[in-house]
């Protein structure tokens, strides 16, 4: 399956009656492909379009004030997909079951791979990991249900 971005045949208002979002194009260049991706995978994918809308910003080919509810929400997701797949991978290392929680709260999810990642380094635990508590807080008190940066006044 694929994904359509043309710009050029991309309109504003009302779709008519040819207009498809998910189509194959014979402009290959144009098809972005949508495949099963591991966590790791689909949060790299959240990171860049994160970096690249910021990127834009930057060079005034976008307002700031209109990327940075994007910009934010993509790098949030980044970060929830990335501990769910560090405690999916740690838990699987150390027989403690599969999966991850299903929740989008930072801090509960930020608990759990510290600890699984202490776990499983013991003492050669890398130092850095103590950096993360400061900036995954910062996430958590401005967004805790990654609802802030989606809707305008909580959730719908």
């Given at each position: 399956m694929s994904f359509l971005i043309a710009p050029k045949r991309l309109t504003i208002g009302w779709p008519n009656e040819n207009e498809r979002l998910f189509q194959l194009e014979s402009d290959w260049q144009n098809n972005a492909c949508l495949?099963?991706?591991?966590l790791a995978q689909f949060a790299e994918h959240?990171?860049?379009a994160a970096e690249a809308l910021i990127k834009s910003a930057i060079n005034r080919e976008v307002l700031i004030d209109c990327a940075v509810y994007p910009a934010v929400f993509l790098y949030r997701q980044y970060l929830e997909l990335t501990l769910k797949d560090i405690i999916w991978r740690?838990?699987?290392?150390e027989d403690e079951g599969r999966g991850y929680p299903k929740t989008h709260k930072l801090n509960n999810l930020w608990a759990e791979a510290k600890g699984l990642l202490r776990q499983h380094y013991g003492a050669d635990t890398p130092k850095e990991l103590a950096y993360l508590d400061q900036c995954i807080a910062e996430f958590?008190?401005?967004d805790p249900d990654s609802m802030a940066f989606r809707y305008p006044c909580g959730k719908f």
């Open positions: 495949m099963p991706a591991s959240y990171r860049e740690t838990r699987h290392l958590h008190e401005h």
